[in-house]
């Protein structure tokens, strides 16, 4: 089983919608929490932390449920600049341990 | 900030070749990562360093792959013989213990 998953998409929304992209995890010691963003044939890039009691960044909004081990990311008054694939990631504890686990990829396409 | 330096961005190689990725991390970054992106994979952790030191390298496919770290500026990754199903885009990423900060890749074609 796939440690984190991701509905692969696409997602073709038009501009101003308000999108939803959902993520679930397997492993219950995953310690952190992230959505990162990646461009057509570029670096993947970090959009932003996911809290606990789930936090906002403009038009983003990041929730996490432990209980349920899943993830979600909301999208406000889509703007043609948000197309990208947006990627999960977790974070397992342990000592020494900093790798990030990836999610496939929910691909976002903002339609005029 | 330079960011993360990989070279090169582009390589195409004959398969039976030998490969050599690098990477130049973030002064002050401790932390190092190898990554693999292929469509239908995604994003896979080949290897990681903590202080230039191997820390897990389960993720690395085969003894083809090997990596280094000589010092906290300079990695490589190299991959030898090539193969095609190698072909795939290569990440290098550091880390001081909170984000990660990748590098452009190399995109990596074998024929």
């Known amino acids: 089983r796939k440690e984190v998953e991701q509905d692969p998409g696409p997602f073709n929304v038009p501009e101003g919608a308000t999108v939803a992209f959902n993520c679930t995890y397997s492993?219950?010691?995953?310690?952190?929490f992230f959505w990162y963003r990646q461009d057509c044939r570029k670096e993947p890039k970090l959009l932003m932390s996911?809290?606990?009691s789930g936090n906002e960044d403009g038009r983003f909004t990041a929730q996490l449920n432990r209980a349920s081990q899943y993830i979600s990311l909301l999208i406000r008054d889509s703007k043609l600049s948000d197309s990208a694939t947006y990627l999960c990631v977790v974070r397992y504890s342990g000592a020494g341990s900093y790798q990030l686990t990836f999610g496939k990829g929910t691909k976002l396409s903002v339609i005029p | 900030d330079a960011g993360v330096i990989q070279s090169p961005r582009h390589e195409v190689t004959e398969m039976g070749q030998e490969v050599t990725l690098r990477c130049k991390p973030i002064s002050g970054h401790n932390s190092l990562f190898w990554y693999r992106q292929t469509m239908m994979r995604g994003l896979e952790l080949l290897i990681y360093f903590n202080n230039n030191v191997p820390i897990d390298d389960s993720g690395m496919p085969e003894d083809r792959f090997s990596a280094k770290m000589p010092n906290a500026s300079f990695s490589t990754l190299k991959i030898q013989p090539s193969e095609p199903r190698d072909s795939a885009v290569y990440f290098c990423?550091?880390?001081?213990?909170?984000?990660?900060?990748f590098g452009s890749g190399t995109r990596l074609t074998v024929v």
């Open positions: 492993n219950s010691a995953s310690q952190s």
């Open positions: 996911v809290y606990s």
């Open positions: 990423a550091s880390s001081s213990g909170t984000g990660y900060t």
